[in-house]
């Protein structure tokens, strides 16, 4: 009987004795009317909608993969081993000719000298087995596993859906009844798995049948002969290699067809709805049983907390008792009225005598209820002892159980924490040495970063220092020569301008004194203007003699530039030569990361300049190398002409650059 038959009969039979009774039809009423809007219940259950596609293809695929089970496919697998002669049942053409290829397994000539009865010691024999673990097979074997973790992972999340109820139920109410005042809340909450009745729609829902066959099937599959054989080997891995056989034989290419199937299929296959049930308020019925349940609970809590429960079961045996006496009095004066009126009336006393036998298998029937009653008794009571001593030992047993537990507990205790000692310590140690290398790795890489970055500021900074330097200089040769410039050129004009306005002072004296020396004047001041022109060019030649100079100066200035730019370009290349083989040394230890990665065009272009460099510098080298190799040939070898020198010099030169490139 399930459990829910047995609190529904236990239900009814107390609703018997309530229902009918008027003042508790009365509290019912007040209770179920007592803010009927606050009762509400909301019970859901699901239901699923099954796609037919994914289950039909399954179908259909699943007849190939018998038939191509059905062909169990294998090959011939052939082994050969060297046995003594006695152990040879047969002879073979292969034992026939591993015998002329090894002559030395005849030891020994035949006894009557016939060539023709020589016996080896050993021969050859072949063996030839049947090999099932071929790769159409074990590709059946991983569809038919790939087929039920498909299906098993569906029916799975459709049972667990659709054998769940859900359910939750609020009562709210504030009971007001003569001079007793109730405050009753509920707030109920339930969630049941693989409930008994909704299994058993589960099992009448057609689709979910028809998948239960599928599975049952593909299970069956893997179940045969052939599978099980197969089942010992390693199971390949996708993707799978589309042999002949997979491609043109008609049952396995439609067994690869329904793996392609399955392995793309990326939907669930089905979907579930939600049924939902709102009682609110609660219907008639409904709220006249929770009315009941209601005050039921009420009279438990006033028993339990006036401690009136051996009263009221004292009451209800003497009442059980008064209605047995009541009964037993009925029956006595029914058979005093039956004899009286078999006396007064003359009537037949075979119903006087019924009455009196069906009294008395009353008294029987009570004489042997209490009579099993007592055996019940007994045998509770013997049970019970039985129990008690039952219950001892396991005790004392519980009590063992649990003292080797606890030290079982401490000795697992002290192995996970030495175990995590052990761990911790070995991890501190690993983490140690792992920042250690890392620090010297960084300050490794930090020191000679620095080192670069600081000669490459100082050489920046000097050559910044050296240009700005060399700017000032230049700007005040010029501006200290143009000064000097203008002061020539003021001191020479205001000359002029004295001079000029002394001859004419001295002009108009004389022309106004002496007019008849304006001839000779005249020749005087001209030559005296030639004197002028003479000095004005001599100092316009002066002026270009310095601007020369200037531009001398200027080009010197400009050479020094060119030869700091160059000197600056080296110090580049070298730059981008120390970068490089920076970069070498870091690949060569495998200490590249994602930072040097030289892919991008900037990236790149860098890492061109950096061969360039190289390339400059091993030209330079190769020059000043092969100049101490002459040297060295030439101190060594004094006879050797420098011409028969230079061919080779040039064609060393050329092959050193083609190395280089």
Request: charged share 35%.
């Amino acid at each position: 009987m399930r459990l829910i038959d047995l609190y529904y009969e236990a239900f009814k039979a107390f609703r018997k004795y309530t229902q009918d009774d008027l003042t508790s039809q009365k509290l019912r009423h007040i209770i179920a009317q007592t803010n009927p809007q606050k009762d509400n219940l909301n019970a859901i259950k699901y239901s699923v909608a099954i796609e037919l596609d994914w289950i039909e293809n399954i179908e259909e695929g699943l007849i190939y993969v018998e038939k191509a089970i059905r062909e169990d496919r294998q090959f011939i697998r052939t082994e050969g081993e060297v046995v003594q002669i006695e152990k040879v049942k047969r002879v073979s053409k292969a034992s026939v000719e591993h015998l002329s290829r090894h002559s030395d397994l005849i030891t020994r000539a035949p006894a009557d000298g016939n060539p023709e009865n020589i016996i080896p010691d050993k021969l050859y024999i072949v063996e030839k087995l049947s090999d099932y673990l071929v790769y159409e097979n074990r590709f059946l074997y991983m569809l038919l596993c790939y087929l039920k973790d498909f299906i098993q992972m569906r029916l799975d999340k459709i049972r667990d859906k659709t054998t769940t109820y859900e359910s939750d139920m609020t009562i709210d109410k504030d009971i007001k009844a003569n001079q007793r005042r109730v405050k009753y809340q509920l707030n109920y909450q339930e969630v049941s798995k693989n409930d008994p009745f909704l299994i058993d729609a589960y099992k009448d829902m057609p689709m979910v049948n028809r998948l239960e066959t599928i599975y049952a099937m593909v299970v069956s599959f893997l179940a045969t002969p052939l599978m099980k054989e197969v089942s010992k080997a390693p199971m390949i891995k996708p993707p799978v290699v589309k042999t002949n056989v997979l491609r043109m034989n008609p049952n396995f290419r439609a067994a690869l067809k329904l793996y392609d199937y399955i392995t793309s299929y990326n939907k669930d296959g089905y979907s579930f709805n939600e049924i939902r049930k709102t009682f609110n308020p609660f219907p008639q019925m409904m709220a006249d049983q929770i009315a009941d349940l209601i005050e039921i609970k009420s009279v438990i809590a006033y028993i339990s907390g006036n401690d009136l429960e051996e009263s009221l079961l004292q009451r209800l045996e003497d009442k059980i008792e008064a209605q047995k006496e009541i009964d037993n009095q009925k029956a006595i004066d029914e058979i005093k009225r039956l004899k009286k009126r078999i006396i007064e009336m003359n009537e037949d006393p075979a119903e006087y005598i019924l009455k009196l036998e069906k009294r008395n298998i009353s008294l029987e029937k009570d004489h042997v209820n209490l009579g099993i009653e007592k055996e019940k008794n007994q045998t509770l009571q013997s049970l019970n002892e039985a129990l008690e001593k039952e219950k001892v030992t396991w005790i004392q047993a519980l009590d063992d159980l649990k003292k080797t537990l606890e030290e079982k507990n401490i000795e697992i205790d002290e192995l996970n924490q030495k175990y995590y000692d052990d761990m911790t310590l070995a991890e501190e140690i690993h983490t140690a040495e792992m920042v250690e290398l890392k620090t010297q790795h960084q300050s490794q890489i930090n020191t000679l970063q620095t080192q670069h970055q600081a000669e490459i500021q100082s050489i920046n900074d000097a050559h910044l220092n050296l240009i700005e330097s060399l700017k000032k200089t230049h700007e005040e040769i010029q501006q200290q020569q143009i000064l000097n410039h203008e002061k020539q050129i003021e001191l020479i004009r205001s000359q002029f301008n004295d001079e000029r306005a002394k001859l004419t002072e001295e002009h108009d004296n004389v022309v106004l004194k002496l007019n008849e020396k304006h001839t000779q004047e005249n020749q005087h001041h001209e030559h005296i203007q030639t004197t002028l022109n003479a000095e004005i060019q001599s100092l316009k030649s002066t002026i270009q003699s310095m601007n020369k100079d200037f531009l001398e100066t200027a080009n010197t200035y400009e050479l020094n530039i060119d030869e700091l730019e160059r000197k600056l370009k080296r110090m580049e290349d070298e730059k981008h030569y120390v970068s490089a083989q920076f970069l070498a040394f870091k690949a060569k230890e495998g200490l590249l990361s994602d930072s040097d990665d030289y892919t991008s065009k900037e990236r790149f272009k860098q890492l061109e300049l950096e061969m360039a460099a190289y390339k400059k510098l091993f030209k330079e080298q190769w020059k000043q190398t092969k100049q101490k190799i002459r040297d060295t040939v030439k101190k060594e070898n004094p006879v050797i002409p420098d011409k028969l020198n230079k061919p080779e010099d040039s064609n060393q030169e050329e092959n050193s650059n083609n190395e280089a490139e």
